[in-house]
């Protein structure tokens, strides 16, 4: 069940096209750069992310063809669900009896872990909201310490109880409540994460980080030929800049893009920016390369 289905799908893979979200998810992201968007609090935020998670799935729950499947009698041995505040969805597991697989493409988030039941200790693992680093003094840690005291006041004041109030409405006779299939449905966490980038942390032998899972070193293509002369004439070597295959960056009002390409511009690396529109003005062929798509 997915919003981008398969160009080519086998023939023993069924698909329920729920495109209608991926344009819904496009028009939000696109106010992500408005200025009330940029100018919100941070609970405002906290709180918008939870009401659009809520939106999301309970169209994936309404979904007819969803309805359908869940009455159908279907068997199936393992549901993979990617785990984004959609906490409701765990109960899928209650109707196929079924483990879930959650994947996390954000990394080993604080809903990842309270699902998970992991710990995030606060004195060394920084909070994702926060540019520290595992080295905090006294005042940095308290901070921190802020910053995941208030996600979790949040999620258990606004995200869990309209979560738990959805999963009563889809799932009447689930033979466990809302919290105890979120302590039990999930078997493994596979997270986008991986040690070598990122700081030190806990994790349960059952969160697994595969971030790279996708490269396939047997097969690597080469580079294309504009990317590496780009590269090997980068002196100082160069940065990828990213925010994301869903996040048109050209939606920027001109003062952040004007802003963007003038903090590239000052750094000593070069950049290869991935930008959905390649008509940029005002940038230095040698120092930024802009494509649309970087694979």
Aim: aromatic fraction near 10%; charge should be neutral.
């Amino acid at each position: 069940m997915s919003p981008f289905p398969l160009e080519d799908p086998p023939n023993n893979y069924t698909t329920i096209d729920i495109s209608e979200m991926r344009k819904q998810f496009e028009g939000t992201v696109s106010k992500l750069f408005t200025k009330d968007s940029v100018q919100m609090n941070l609970i405002s935020k906290f709180k918008f992310l939870y009401a659009y998670t809520l939106h999301m799935t309970n169209i994936t729950l309404q979904h007819p063809e969803m309805k359908k499947l869940m009455k159908s009698g279907e068997k199936f041995d393992l549901i993979i669900l990617d785990l984004f505040l959609t906490d409701a969805l765990l109960g899928l597991s209650t109707v196929f009896n079924c483990p879930i697989v959650a994947l996390s493409a954000n990394g080993p988030h604080t809903w990842v872990n309270d699902v998970m039941g992991s710990t995030r200790p606060s004195s060394f693992v920084p909070h994702m909201y926060t540019d520290f680093t595992d080295r905090m003094n006294l005042g940095k840690r308290l901070e921190n310490q802020i910053f995941y005291f208030i996600e979790n006041i949040l999620l258990k004041i606004y995200h869990l109880p309209a979560q738990e109030k959805l999963f009563n409405e889809i799932f009447p006779n689930s033979p466990q409540s809302f919290h105890e299939v979120r302590k039990n449905a999930v078997a493994i966490a596979l997270v986008n994460s991986h040690f070598s980038i990122s700081f030190p942390k806990p994790f349960l032998p059952n969160m697994i980080e595969v971030a790279g899972m996708q490269i396939n070193e047997a097969v690597t293509k080469p580079l294309p030929d504009d990317i590496r002369e780009f590269i090997e004439n980068s002196e100082h070597g160069v940065i990828y800049f990213s925010l994301g295959g869903n996040v048109k960056t050209s939606a920027m009002d001109e003062v952040k893009k004007r802003d963007l390409v003038q903090a590239l511009s000052r750094l000593k690396l070069n950049t290869i920016w991935k930008y959905d529109d390649e008509n940029l003005d005002g940038i230095d062929s040698k120092k930024i390369l802009i494509r649309k798509w970087v694979s």
